[in-house]
């Protein structure tokens, strides 16, 4: 028999797992995810990935609140530990959900918990490893089963898959494909799992863990003066690096990384940051156009001949330019 699950997620990537399982025929009990939340400008209450999921297969939808001061802790712990027992769960799935789950939760459900985290473990913990894989210029990552435990991705990890990072991958591409491969392996390892079968205890590895920041929307701000210069081809050097007031995109970065940058086009770091950061946070930066200071977006940017081109952007109040139009305003603000 199945086990009875209670899946914990949020976006759109924590559906590729949820649809997997349900696919198998796993019985899905109930799901917790975010609180509505107000959404674009005319700020409409809007249900999560997961919770429109529950909706139309008429399965429990759990939301509890979040704690006022941080994120990853409930505001009402003992009630959320009883809405989720009163399911009779006999296993806990995660997958892109940003609240630890209690260890006193964990220890009372059948065979406890099992989390899909999008790199290979112990490298890249933390709630944001696909971008700074793709930032520290990785050619290689994957995915992890690893066991919930008191801290985020400290489990005991039961089953790994590596997977290729393409030269044009963005977090949205890394991620998908990461996903759809945490699911396929989901599905084919929790059978004998929930049996303990021993084959699935990886040895412990040597290798050193590695922990990522959560991305805010301040991380994707970048000079524009920065912008400029991977514009014109210039070459990274120290002094430029310093030039970035986002000291933690650096204090992120690999020491490797930071090496290889030195003596490199400034392009070629920032093609990286915005695919990195594509879909969220983005990059944006800050111009003075028409005697104002504005803030612009970049939609899209490619790399050609280490020059940075930027074929969209999007002024604050506008609607995005494109093609020619994005030329003329970049040209303009140069001039200025």
Request: proline share 8%.
């Amino acid at each position: 028999m199945n086990p009875r699950i209670i899946f914990f997620g949020t976006p759109d990537y924590s559906l590729i797992i949820l649809e997997a399982l349900h696919k198998a025929k796993f019985p899905i009990v109930a799901v917790v995810t975010k609180p509505p939340r107000p959404i674009g400008r005319k700020q409409i209450l809007t249900e999560t990935p997961v919770a429109r999921w529950a909706a139309n297969h008429q399965v429990v939808s759990i939301t509890p609140q979040t704690h006022a001061l941080h994120y990853w802790q409930y505001a009402d712990e003992a009630k959320f530990m009883s809405e989720v027992l009163t399911t009779k769960p006999d296993i806990l799935i995660t997958a892109d959900y940003t609240q630890l789950i209690p260890m006193p939760l964990i220890r009372q459900v059948k065979y406890g918990g099992l989390n899909i985290h999008p790199s290979l473990l112990p490298h890249y913990r933390g709630p944001a490893p696909v971008p700074w894989a793709i930032l520290n210029g990785e050619t290689e990552t994957g995915v992890s089963i690893v066991t919930l435990a008191e801290k985020f991705d400290e489990g005991v990890v039961i089953a790994q898959e590596k997977e290729p990072i393409k030269n044009d991958d963005t977090t949205h591409t890394l991620l998908t494909r990461l996903f759809e491969k945490g699911a396929e392996l989901l599905v084919d390892i929790l059978p004998q799992y929930i049996k303990k079968n021993p084959n699935y205890q990886l040895p412990t590895t040597n290798s050193l863990p590695s922990s990522t920041p959560r991305l805010t929307r301040e991380h994707g701000f970048i000079p524009w003066e920065l912008i400029q210069s991977a514009i014109e081809g210039k070459i990274f050097d120290l002094a430029t690096m310093k030039q970035c007031s986002n000291e933690t995109i650096f204090k992120t970065l690999t020491a490797s990384s930071r090496n290889a940058l030195q003596n490199t086009s400034i392009a070629i770091f920032l093609d990286r940051l915005f695919r990195a950061f594509h879909p969220w946070p983005g990059l944006w930066t800050k111009i003075r156009i028409n005697n104002q200071e504005k803030r612009m977006k970049l939609l899209d940017v490619k790399l050609k001949e280490n020059k940075l081109i930027i074929n969209s952007v999007q002024l604050e109040g506008k609607t995005p330019f494109h093609g020619s139009e994005t030329e003329k305003m970049i040209q303009k603000i140069l001039a200025t």
